[in-house]
């Protein structure tokens, strides 16, 4: 399945699929992650010049705390550039 650079998806156990990060807030390097940081940019900080974050989704939700499920989001860092229509 090819996902969208950007796409945020909502997984229901432990592990990011391939070429997905958790959205915890991580920073990550500009230089190696170029494409993501063209559509997020500087939104969820980082230094701008040089490194961003990615959003921070982490928190309990009602789901994972009542079935015990690791509930995680993902961000898509490779994939299809996003077409504008």
């Known amino acids: 399945m090819d996902s969208f650079i ?6 229901a156990f432990g592990y990011a699929p391939q070429n997905f990060l958790a959205c915890d807030g991580s920073t990550l390097a500009v230089s190696e992650y170029q494409a993501l940081y063209a559509l997020l940019g500087p939104k969820f900080g980082g230094n701008v010049s040089s490194t961003f974050n990615l959003p921070d989704l982490v928190g309990p939700t009602p789901s994972n705390l009542e079935l015990g499920l690791p509930l995680q989001y993902y961000i898509c860092v490779d994939g299809i550039w996003p077409a504008r229509p």
Do not use: T
Request: with cysteine; charged share 0%; hydrophobic share 50%.
């Open 6 to 11: 950007g796409q945020i998806i909502l997984c």
